[in-house]
């Protein structure tokens, strides 16, 4: 047997590409022209997800479902009386209004499958929910690739040794399923996609929490961060900071920011997935000062600093991490007008499979940790990234590049 007729390989998770060879005399039956389909498919799936990969392409936002006229709220002009019932008792929720819409849009799964959904669709979370999974108040929401046979034809001929009936379905419909599960998905921590076989084929879209199954689900109730753009691999990313970029503290809060004086403070940064903790070494993250206040200005120093969080020289420094804790170990003090420019070099930073953070601060829009505790910064327009799904979060998609953010001072 040579090379080329090796049905599958440890390496490559494929079936063994075989198509029809013609010749003149040869009988074909269902069966040849059915395998021949395969290995067409089959060709599509490899290009497919090997040189582009997988994920939500366009479209399939989850949104609230419109309501039902059973679902306006209550007249509150009509008496408090008229909504007790006669022996006094508040009438009981039997209803159940928890809906969502998926809007109409594509998709690839990790097969390589195109899952296409052309009309909108309304799902009631409580039907769709397994029954023994109906003990929770947070749902995930996805769709998976799907078929169908449809238009039945009567058979002009039939083979006696063949197994088919006088009846079949003469087209196959691509079609797709709405999954809806109250246990938390997997993560796909494949570092390649393309060669390894995949597992959890279903698309998962959106995060609905605090579910109550009798009054209808409100936007603010999805979160649609955990679908899965379009591509060969998710990037790391930095989602959050803890300090606001563009903001103006004052003096003792930049200390306290920095950690110039307290051994717990310093500059936080949150990341999306796990970075190898010995990719964070000195010179990865640098603060410059650029002087301000009345008269010449514009001269520039830089504050030195460590990584407090996490250790490298601690026993309980893991090997990954998922974020740090960076302050200052000098004594010098910001003074009124003076800018920090914080940097971070995030094309050092590698994450489990030994890829660069993307790290362009795109707009200065990555929030803050705590962002209901903290002040907003002022931006204005552009509150969703270009998908339409947020929270922002840095990177472009390109991958390594730096991430740039600054505050100033002022005396009080």
Not at 200 to 211: F, S
Not at 306 to 328: I, K, L, N, V
Not at 379 to 402: F, K, Q, R
Request: aromatic share 8%.
């Amino acid at each position: 047997m040579t090379e080329t007729e090796t049905s599958r390989t440890e390496e490559f998770d494929a079936p063994p590409l075989r198509r029809l060879r013609y010749f003149h005399g040869q009988m074909l039956g269902a069966r040849d022209f059915q395998r021949e389909q395969e290995y067409h498919r089959e060709k599509l799936r490899l290009r497919m997800r090997c040189l582009l990969g997988y994920g939500v392409v366009c479209g399939l936002h989850v949104e609230p479902a419109p309501r039902d006229e059973d679902d306006c709220p209550p007249d509150t002009t009509a008496p408090p009386e008229e909504s007790v019932a006669e022996d006094g008792a508040q009438p009981e929720r039997t209803r159940r209004r928890a809906k969502v819409a998926i809007t109409p849009g594509l998709a690839v799964d990790c097969d390589g499958d195109e899952v296409v959904v052309r009309g909108g669709c309304v799902i009631d979370l409580w039907k769709a929910l397994p029954p023994d999974e109906r003990d929770t108040d947070t749902v995930w929401i996805g769709v998976e690739y799907a078929e169908r046979p449809v238009e039945p034809t009567r058979a002009v001929y039939n083979d006696g040794c063949a197994d088919t009936s006088d009846c079949e379905f003469g087209w196959t419909e691509e079609c797709h399923k709405v999954r809806v599960t109250g246990c938390e998905p997997p993560v796909d921590e494949r570092c390649d996609t393309c060669c390894s076989p995949c597992e959890h084929k279903v698309l998962w879209l959106a995060r609905i929490d605090c579910v109550d199954w009798y009054e209808p689900v409100r936007r603010d109730q999805i979160h649609m961060n955990v679908r899965r753009p379009f591509g060969r691999h998710l990037p790391t990313v930095i989602t959050g900071i803890n300090w606001i970029h563009g903001h103006t503290y004052t003096i003792d809060e930049a200390k306290a920011l920095l950690g110039t004086q307290d051994e717990d403070g310093g500059l936080v940064v949150r990341f999306s997935a796990d970075v190898r903790s010995d990719t964070l070494r000195p010179g990865v993250v640098e603060l410059q000062v650029i002087e301000g206040g009345s008269g010449r200005n514009a001269s520039t120093w830089y504050m030195g600093g460590a990584f407090a969080e996490p250790d490298a020289e601690s026993d309980d420094c893991g090997e990954f991490t998922q974020g740090f804790r960076y302050r200052q170990t000098t004594r010098e003090t910001l003074q009124d007008g003076d800018r920090l420019m914080i940097t971070v070099r995030a094309a050092f930073i590698l994450d489990r499979c030994c890829r660069p953070v993307d790290g362009t601060h795109v707009g200065g829009r990555v929030p803050t940790i705590d962002a209901e505790a903290t002040p907003a910064a002022a931006h204005g327009g552009c509150h969703l990234p270009p998908s339409g799904i947020g929270p922002w979060t840095s990177g472009t998609g390109a991958g390594g590049d730096v991430f740039e953010s600054w505050f100033f001072v002022k005396e009080r």
